[in-house]
């Protein structure tokens, strides 16, 4: 059924979809709306679920590691200070292999306080172990959160889902939901092979020492490298039952493109325009979108961008000492392979600060204006008259 | 309380790696007979996160989830929550925690189970200092104590925080006070405990030879020396106002308790004889409260 929402409520609506049993969360700005609407669903009966209204996301992120470890499939969603504030448990989370799901709504971290978008609060959370999905769409965060779960469940590691501040938490757009009924073939009940009973008895999680420790971080990494598979597998049956698909990347008029633009997020939509008035105009570019950051999609980069002479990275993040994450990401996966292409790497946009059609248009130019970077990393649109100031 | 029965059934092994004559382990022994084998414990970082062992080994035979230090109270409440959504409304589901993990980095999350009402049991063995790694100061930590952090002579210069108090002002349903000395008690209390529902929090007084600078045999002693000295009386408390107090028990001075410990070993008259008058301040307030609200039903 289509209905106008907010990518806020996106969320909730695909929570009651999955049939989620325990929801715990923490209010912060601009997560709001989803734990209102949570709220909501619980309180009127259309949604079966605990909801723990907790003291702090902490708390939240602890309460349904507690509710996973029973058995229970469990969601919380934070943003931003809430997300740094959850980060000792997310590695908790992953350690203790228990598939919940996380919506984080993308803003800047302070001070100064800032509640607009950047992604510098999900991204460094990189190395926890917890997957990674970038939403572009409202339609996109419904149908992720069905496939956070499916993809979490199968390779019992967390899933973070993440989406722009206001550019989608508090934007309306058209979304097609369905209900349990409609999702339950997709996403059936969770069923873990071990969880907390007294019909069972058994310590997780005890101290133990280097003869074991080191097997159990290796088999979170493979099977954070198989959820690569598993995630195009989600998304291909996910097309099959509900005829949508996203890619763990997509490619968009790349056929033929000397110079490929990589974006993430709201981001990507703008460039999509950009790049067909550039398109139009002779100019043979294209766009890759990213949308599955943790595990890392290296072979889908290689394959889209081996052969090209320039890629340009955006990103909505900074970081400091290095530069863009994406770009470091995109340029060690080309690294070694024999790909020597070129990358421009690009900040724009932090804090919120608009990434319109023309912020691209001037990240295509630069990159098209030499053979070579002339700078490591290139700072879009940064006023002069602010940095006067800060400096005085 | 003298008719009670305990449960022959053990649900702790040997073989656990405690420190001799601890009085946490103790604790577990005797809450388990009453608690029973259809419990789940959640565990954040404290001595017992070591005592039961390595792994693939474990020295209870109950499930036990180990979490991080400050969220015994709030992985509990998800615990207790996955479990009712699994159709299980009788697991009892207990945070085991130390006087750390309750009264300093598990403050927070163990009051916001507390004001949510969560139906779990907290239990705080009080070992009065952070002895898993290695004897540093808690606020647990009785005025004038050493500790590897309060070094002489920068000994503990304040007293002991009041988590009664602060546990009473949640209005939760029912607190009690236990130690190691009285088994009989501190079982009937975590079986009255586990009948009621909602929020319940136990604080059992277990001696800490290793931190305490004492002899593992006297532990029991300690334990019972603290309850006689009235340092750390026996009561009860339910709704955040009824009080019973065990007060049929022979007064002992403080200074029998202080002076077998290693950690008040620099302790002078004076200071014993303020603590002495101290307690008395605090023992004649929990006894006005009883009078004032006293516990009507037996439990």
């Known amino acids: ?392 | 309380m003298s008719n009670y029965h305990i449960s022959q059934n053990e649900l702790m092994t040997s073989g656990h790696l405690a420190c001799q004559g601890c009085g946490a382990t103790q604790a577990m022994r005797f809450a388990l007979k009453a608690l029973g084998s259809r419990t789940v414990m959640v565990m954040p970082a404290c001595c017992w996160s070591v005592i039961d062992g390595p792994f693939p080994h474990t020295a209870v035979q109950i499930p036990i989830f180990h979490t991080a230090f400050e969220t015994a109270a709030s992985t509990a409440s998800g615990v207790k929550a996955g479990l009712q959504m699994r159709g299980d409304h009788e697991t009892t589901v207990v945070a085991w925690a130390g006087d750390g993990g309750t009264f300093d980095i598990g403050l927070q999350a163990l009051s916001g189970a507390a004001e949510r009402n969560e139906d779990i049991i907290f239990v705080c063995y009080d070992n009065e200092a952070y002895m898993n790694t290695g004897v540093q100061r808690s606020s647990a930590t009785p005025l004038g104590a050493w500790t590897t952090t309060t070094p002489y002579p920068h000994l503990k210069s304040r007293p002991k925080k009041r988590m009664l108090d602060i546990l009473v002002a949640h209005g939760i349903p029912y607190i009690a006070t236990a130690s190691v000395a009285y088994p009989d008690d501190l079982v009937q209390k975590f079986y009255t405990a586990r009948k009621i529902s909602g929020m319940r929090f136990i604080h059992v007084f277990a001696p800490c030879p290793t931190g305490w600078k004492s002899p593992p045999e006297i532990t029991v002693e300690l334990a019972r020396l603290a309850v006689e000295t009235r340092l750390f009386p026996l009561l009860e408390v339910t709704d955040g106002k009824y009080y019973r107090v065990w007060k049929d028990l022979p007064k002992r001075p403080v200074r029998d308790y202080i002076k077998l410990q290693g950690r008040f070993s620099r302790m002078g008259d004076e200071e014993i004889d303020r603590i002495e008058q101290e307690v008395e301040e605090r023992w004649q307030e929990l006894l006005q409260r009883e009078t004032l609200r006293e516990m009507k039903t037996s439990s």
């Open chain 1, 1 to 392: 059924m289509k209905k106008v929402m907010e990518g806020n409520h996106a969320i909730s609506y695909g929570v009651q979809a999955s049939e989620v049993q325990v929801i715990s969360a923490y209010p912060i700005t601009p997560q709001t709306q989803i734990v209102e609407r949570l709220s909501e669903l619980c309180a009127g009966g259309e949604l079966d679920a605990k909801f723990i209204k907790v003291e702090s996301e902490h708390s939240a992120m602890a309460a349904v590691i507690g509710a996973s470890a029973a058995g229970a499939r469990a969601f919380t969603a934070t943003s931003s200070q809430g997300l740094l504030l959850m980060h000792e448990m997310l590695h908790w989370a992953v350690g203790a292999r228990l598939p919940v799901v996380l919506a984080n709504v993308n803003r800047a971290v302070g001070p100064p306080w800032n509640i607009w978008t950047d992604q510098n609060d999900s991204l460094s959370q990189r190395d926890t172990g917890m997957l990674q999905l970038y939403c572009e769409s409202n339609q996109e965060v419904f149908d992720t959160v069905l496939q956070a779960y499916r993809i979490g469940e199968k390779v019992m590691l967390p899933v973070m889902l993440v989406l722009d501040a206001f550019f989608l938490s508090h934007t309306s757009e058209i979304v097609d939901v369905f209900g349990p009924d409609e999702a339950r073939e997709y996403l059936p009940p969770y069923r873990p092979a071990e969880s907390l009973s007294p019909e069972s008895p058994k310590a997780f999680g005890n101290l133990t020492g280097p003869d074991n420790y080191y097997e159990l971080r290796y088999s979170i990494f493979n099977d954070m490298q198989r959820a690569i598979d598993v995630a195009k597998e989600a998304d291909d049956e996910f097309e099959r039952l509900f005829g949508r698909r996203y890619g763990i990347v997509e490619e968009y008029r790349t056929d033929g493109a000397d110079t490929i633009l990589v974006t993430s997020g709201t981001v990507t939509s703008t460039a999509r325009e950009v790049v067909d008035e550039l398109r139009d105009a002779g100019r043979a570019v294209g766009l890759l979108k990213m949308r599955l950051f943790r595990p890392f999609p290296t072979h889908e980069v290689r394959r889209v961008l081996g052969g090209r002479r320039k890629v340009a990275v955006i990103d909505r993040n900074i970081g400091f000492g290095v530069g863009g994450i994406f770009a470091q990401e995109i340029k060690s996966a080309l690294w070694g392979v024999g790909e020597h292409l070129p990358l421009f790497s690009f900040i724009a946009g932090i804090g919120g600060r608009d990434v319109t059609p023309d912020v691209i248009k001037e990240i295509m130019d630069i990159t098209d204006s030499s053979e070579m970077p002339t700078e490591e990393v290139y700072w879009i649109g940064v006023k002069d008259e602010q940095l006067s100031y800060l400096t005085k």
